[in-house]
């Protein structure tokens, strides 16, 4: 199984390659393989990477992999600064994170064997995979603002009216707190693998000492919503109320307050976010630039976040708290800073429940209730999107009954979640069948 699913990894991973090659963009092998040398883009994710492959060394080893990466990373910073690379190119350091971790899959492969082997490699591979999901990620954004020409904003935008057009009331309130709750909720945005890292350190703590990994924690999660997720872009390109009917300046969004006169972005419908709502029209496909990622629906953010807060329900409360924040926070930002509309956060919370659902069916073993469950949540993923693309304007012009309906739809997924998992955690998981112990008869002791 591992063999099968590390191949399938690495035939996606040389098909993206291609791909990227093709619009003149380093793949996510290629870019990895520069980050080795070259100042590193990923920053903290390398270095996050290397903590999730620590989970399977001991205390002793931990500590000889922390020195290396900071002698690794201090003489390449070194040779860079003595051989003039700009250091600007991205981070400074990092790349020793990389090197130690490819250095544990070299040792796995010539000085272990067996479980040992099997259990260093795991690692390994569960840190190189959250790096490499992140230059897949670029990858497929890439690919959708260079494959899809046209957004399909203004249909979600019209469905938005059904919500009370929530980005547009978060942005005039983020406005209001001025550059404090900018900053503040960037950060919580921009830093969201941390508490990602920090929960799946939680769950992974006793891997070193029971030498295996759980059944089920968040990386894997995280991982499968960063591959299917682009997949929707492709179906459902959208670029986001920031783009499509604002300035467009993410950086100006995000981090300072909104000017009195943003300049417009060429590509945009008009000037109307986060000041007015869009007006009620025919919506239609608009042509848009090649450049801004069509990542909008659904939103991953939130998703992710969802999926921070679903695994922190069992760790300690500080725990369960921060997961409760971030989730919280994140909804904030991408509404407050234009980058979703809330038809992208509904449906994002679904795919995330969905995803986690088939996750938790797939380790205890399909049965009725697990099948249902996926199938429900995928109909109702599915239902979401053909009410954004086909009824935007009954939904806008009816909004009492279709903004309730799209709530209860999530709530519905989440309760049907909710009921299922309680359900499996109170009824224990039958203990495997194992085929009777042949023992010798009894010695005939008749005289």
């Known amino acids: 199984m591992w063999a099968t699913a590390g191949a399938a990894v690495l035939a996606f991973l040389v098909v993206l390659e291609f791909a990227a090659h093709r619009y003149g963009m380093y793949g996510p092998v290629t870019g990895l393989a520069r980050e080795a040398v070259l100042p590193p883009k990923s920053g903290f994710a390398l270095y996050a990477g290397l903590a999730l492959t620590m989970v399977v060394l001991t205390r002793r080893q931990r500590l000889i992999a922390a020195a290396a990466t900071i002698g690794i990373d201090i003489v390449l910073f070194l040779l860079r600064w003595a051989a003039g690379v700009p250091l600007s190119d991205g981070h400074p350091f990092g790349s020793g994170a990389l090197w130690v971790m490819l250095g544990c899959a070299v040792i796995a492969v010539r000085h272990r064997t067996g479980p040992e082997r099997a259990l260093l490699l795991k690692g390994v591979g569960l840190g190189l995979l959250l790096v490499a999901g992140r230059k897949t990620g670029d990858t497929w954004l890439l690919i959708t603002s260079k494959t899809r020409p046209t957004v399909l904003d203004q249909y979600v935008a019209t469905a938005d009216h059904a919500l009370g057009n929530p980005s547009w009331l978060v942005g005039r309130a983020l406005t209001a707190t001025g550059t404090v709750g900018a900053h503040a909720l960037n950060y919580v945005y921009a830093q969201l693998a941390v508490a990602a890292v920090v929960v799946a350190l939680y769950q992974l703590r006793r891997v070193a000492a029971e030498r295996r990994f759980p059944r089920h924690h968040l990386v894997r999660t995280f991982l499968v919503i960063g591959l299917l997720g682009p997949a929707i872009y492709m179906i459902f390109p959208v670029v986001g109320p920031l783009y499509a009917y604002g300035a467009g300046n993410e950086h100006w969004a995000s981090a300072h307050l909104w000017p009195p006169s943003p300049p417009t972005l060429p590509w945009a419908v008009a000037d109307l976010w986060p000041d007015v709502p869009t007006p009620i029209g025919s919506p239609h496909p608009i042509p848009f630039d090649g450049i801004t990622p069509r990542n909008c629906m659904p939103s991953l953010h939130t998703a992710w976040a969802t ?121 224990p998981e039958p203990a495997p069948v194992l085929p009777p112990t042949l023992e010798p008869a009894p010695a005939n002791t008749a005289t």
């Open 307 to 427: 999926a921070i807060f679903i695994h922190s329900r069992k760790a300690p409360r500080i725990l369960r708290w921060a997961g409760t924040f971030w989730l919280i926070a994140t909804l904030c930002a991408t509404l407050g800073f234009g980058y979703h509309y809330g038809a992208d956060l509904v449906a994002g919370v679904v795919f995330t429940v969905t995803i986690e659902a088939a996750l938790r069916s797939l380790d205890r073993g399909w049965d009725r209730a697990g099948l249902r469950l996926v199938a429900y949540g995928t109909a109702v993923f599915a239902a979401l999107l053909a009410s954004y693309r086909f009824v935007p304007v009954q939904m806008a012009e009816h909004p009492w009954a279709a903004g309730p309906l799209l709530l209860l739809a999530m709530a519905s997924v989440v309760a049907a979640y909710i009921r299922t998992t309680t359900r499996w955690e109170a009824d």
